[in-house]
């Protein structure tokens, strides 16, 4: 267990439709960033919030979007979902304060039908 | 454009021999360098970095190498075991820009034939 609890483990939805994907962060850590993996892909940045405030953005779609919240877990909502939305989502934290690596969750993998 | 590469998409080393797993980066602001390695079903796990103010970082088995002019890094894994067999992922920070997003290689997969 890495501490990076992402929720849930496995979502199948239609084409069109929204899904939130869900990240508690290690104890203690502050920073929360989201990556993609698609099929042959390595892992894509998407998006990095630090105690509640975006940090940075990546290649993150505008159907995407992600917050936040003040207990600093993280939601990733997904919205007018296509085929190629397809993946594997991982979230991953870190201290914030220094960059040792981040650890990471065991990622939500979204099939879109 | 891919700014970290890892263009053997795979390897297979018998076990107890060394094993190296190659990257290399175009973009000259990275200076932290890491790997990570992953098992099916779980999400990456960090396995050792690299600062780009040295030319090499150890840990145990693992050891990686940097060559900055070359803008490439190796994985050494000594000896191999079959517990060692996973998709490695090479990743690089350009950690100045104040966000520690890392930007990953599309992976290696390691086989440790025992």
Known sequence: DSGVTQTPKHLITATGQRVTLRCSPRS????????????????????????GEERAKG??????????????????????????????????SSPGTAFYGYTFGSGTRLTVV | DQQVKQNSPSLSVQEGRISILNCDYTNSMFDYFLWYKKYPAEGPTF????????????????????NKSAKHLSLHIV???????????CAASAAGAGSYQLTFGKGTKLSVIP
């Open chain 1, 28 to 51: 203690g850590d502050l920073s929360v960033y989201w990556y993609q993996q698609s099929l042959d892909q390595g892992l894509q940045f998407l998006i990095q919030y630090y105690n």
């Open chain 1, 59 to 92: 290649n993150i779609l505008e159907r995407f979007s992600a917050q936040q919240f003040p207990d600093l877990h993280s939601e990733l909502n997904l919205s007018s979902l296509e085929l190629g939305d397809s993946a594997l989502y991982f979230c991953a």
């Open chain 2, 47 to 66: 396995l050792i970095s690299i600062s780009s103010i040295k030319d090499k970082n150890e840990d145990g088995r693992f050891t990686v190498f940097l």
């Open chain 2, 79 to 89: 000896p191999s075991q079959p517990g060692d067999s996973a998709v490695y992922f």
